[in-house]
């Protein structure tokens, strides 16, 4: 079999966005680099923990 080089870069990743509220279920986005890349951006499901306040010590926050 002949091996194809490929020019694609390393997948690089956005942030997790909450789809509601500040935790849980969200999406991100990634992108990459390259001519012959078939697929240069797609998302990704991801999940936020609702207790990542508490680790970096965030106090909770009345929203009006």
């Known amino acids: 079999k002949k091996e194809r080089k490929s020019d694609c870069g390393d997948w690089l990743w956005s942030v997790c966005v909450a789809i509601e509220g500040d935790c849980g279920l969200g999406t ?5 680099t390259g001519i012959d890349c078939k697929q240069t951006i797609k998302t990704q499901r991801c999940k936020i923990p609702c207790n990542w306040k508490k680790k ?3 106090k909770n926050v009345l929203r009006i």
């Open 28 to 32: 991100r986005e990634g992108t990459r």
């Open 56 to 58: 970096f010590g965030g």
